[in-house]
């Protein structure tokens, strides 16, 4: 079982330049999470999923996009990089409000 | 989405119990309470979680006020592996259920 899975680990961009991160989960959840955590930070909501084709905005949206074009993905899309989105990115999986949440181990982004 | 507050940090020695404080004065009826814990360069883990009623699992109890406007993790005996960031989160329970951290509690164990 592998959970949720998030790739890739690592990854350096340059000011301006485009990625996507990864993130899948195998366990039929509806809801998924993206959040960063800057150094010495708790971890900040950016967006979510509460199924299949339904996204919104969560505590720090701008700079980012999602999609949720099937349940096991939700894929996070950093437009033109900006130094200020150095940080560690997690996504999370859960049934709902009743149940644990599931996080991946993160992707370590450093933008230069 | 409502607030939880916990103290800064806490530290407790190896093999005492430790009883780790969060209010939520604000907590609405279809609010659950989760609690998860972030190791050093780790990805948050899920600790244990509540509605109403006090919860035990292998990891730690949930102990939650009869108004349910507080409620207090307890490790029955800390360990060196239990130092690590504990996050108390309400969990909406409608539509969105969102997932929104605060600034958790610095538990340090001393040996």
């Known amino acids: 079982n592998a959970g949720v899975t998030q790739t890739p680990k690592f990854r350096i961009l340059k000011i301006g330049q485009s990625m996507t991160l990864q993130c899948t989960q195998d366990?039929?959840?509806?809801?998924m999470y993206w959040y960063r955590q800057d150094p010495g930070m708790g971890l900040k909501l950016i967006y979510y999923?509460?199924?299949?084709?339904?996204?919104d905005k969560g505590e720090v949206p701008n700079g980012y996009n999602v999609s949720r074009s099937t349940t096991e993905d939700f894929p996070l899309r950093l437009e033109l990089a900006a130094p200020s989105q150095t940080s560690v990115y997690f996504c999370?999986?859960?049934?709902?409000?009743?149940?644990?949440?599931?996080f991946g181990q993160g992707t370590r982004l450093t933008v230069v | 989405d409502a607030k939880t507050t916990q103290p800064n940090s806490m530290e407790s020695n190896e093999e005492e119990p430790v009883h780790l404080p969060c209010n939520h004065s604000?907590?609405?009826?279809?609010?659950?309470i989760h609690w998860y814990r972030q190791l050093p360069s780790q990805g948050p883990e899920y600790v244990i979680h509540?509605?109403?009623s006090n919860v035990n699992n292998r990891m730690a109890s949930l102990a939650i006020a009869e108004d349910r406007k507080s409620s207090t993790l307890i490790l029955h005996r800390a360990t060196l592996r239990d130092a690590a960031v504990y996050y108390c989160?309400?969990?909406?329970?409608?539509?969105?259920?969102?997932?929104?951290f605060g600034t958790g509690t610095l538990l340090a164990v001393q040996p």
């Open positions: 989160i309400l969990r909406d329970g409608g539509a969105t259920n969102k997932l929104i």
């Open positions: 366990m039929n959840h509806n809801y």
């Open positions: 509540g509605l109403t």
């Open positions: 604000t907590i609405s009826g279809t609010d659950y």
């Open positions: 999923s509460v199924g299949a084709g339904i996204t």
């Open positions: 999370a999986s859960s049934y709902s409000a009743g149940f644990e949440a599931f």
